[in-house]
Nanobody, 120 residues
Framework: QVQLVESGVGLVQAGGSLRLSCATSGTIFSRSTMNWYRQAPGKQRELVAAISSIEWTNYADSVKGRFTISRDYFKNTVSLQMNSLKPEDTAVYYC??????????????WGQGTQVTVSS
């Protein structure tokens, strides 16, 4: 069973920083675009940041310039560095591994979610 193990749950004040990490197996990691999503109470899950296997990155407009996604092929880990946090960043954050185009069978795996709370 594929697992995505997240770490970095925390409570931080507005303006502070937090780093989330997500680890999985090498086979999955090397052939996946790794994504971070978040879901705030009463809102739909949204894509926060993505990084492809060749480290092309994409960010939601709301986090550009504040969040940085990165991946470590030695540790099979994707991280999300979150700076200048705002109360509206409060949400459950989910790690996601989406198989690259052409991979068969395709996969779409999710972490268990980790709570991030930003106090004002």
């Amino acid at each position: 069973q594929v697992q995505l193990v997240e770490s970095g749950v925390g409570l931080v004040q507005a303006g502070g920083s937090l780093r989330l990490s997500c680890a999985t197996s090498g086979t999955i990691f090397s052939r996946s675009t790794m994504n971070w999503y978040r879901q705030a109470p009463g809102k739909q899950r949204e894509l926060v940041a993505a990084i492809s296997s060749i480290e092309w990155t994409n960010y939601a407009d709301s986090v550009k310039g504040r969040f940085t996604i990165s991946r470590d092929y030695f540790k099979n880990t994707v991280s999300l560095q979150m700076n200048s946090l705002k109360p509206e960043d409060t949400a459950v954050y989910y790690c996601n591994a989406e198989s690259q185009p052409g991979v068969r069978p395709p996969w779409d795996y999710w972490g268990q979610g980790t709570q991030v709370t930003v106090s004002s």
